[in-house]
Nanobody
Framework: QVQLVESGGGSVEAGGSLRLSCAASGRTFSSYTMGWFRQAPGKEREFVAG????????DYANSVKGRFTISRDNAKNTVYLQMSGLKPEDTAVYHC?????????????????WGQGIQVTVSS
């Protein structure tokens, strides 16, 4: 079993930045694909960014490309989401997720464990 704990959320004005962190348990963290998803009120959970086990392969939703950066530190069992140029439409609960086997998928159903989520609010 893998436990995930997100941190770093909060409120920021449009154009601002936040960095989310997700600390994971598990001895084989370096072998997992990690993803960030978000869910706004009344909307389905959507893919934001993903990173494969080595860290060299990443993928982003079109809506965040050029503004968000996903990275990982396998020595710290932590994945990060650096968010810049934030917009009000980025407001959501952000979740990190683990995919135990395989590459990045944008479907939430492909991920095996989830964090509880953390609120990000962007005001105009």
């Amino acid at each position: 079993q893998v436990q995930l704990v997100e941190s770093g959320g909060g409120s920021v004005e449009a154009g601002g930045s936040l960095r989310l962190s997700c600390a994971a348990s598990g001895r084989t963290f370096s072998s997992y694909t990690m993803g960030w998803f978000r869910q706004a009120p009344g909307k389905e959970r959507e893919f934001v960014a993903g990173i494969r086990w080595g860290g060299s392969i990443t993928d982003y939703a079109n809506s965040v490309k050029g503004r968000f950066t996903i990275s990982r530190d396998n020595a710290k069992n932590t994945v990060y989401l650096q968010m810049s140029g934030l917009k009000p439409e980025d407001t959501a609960v952000y979740h990190c997720a683990v995919r135990l086997y395989g590459t990045i998928y944008i479907s939430p159903a492909q991920y095996d464990y989830w964090g509880q989520g953390i609120q990000v609010t962007v005001s105009s």
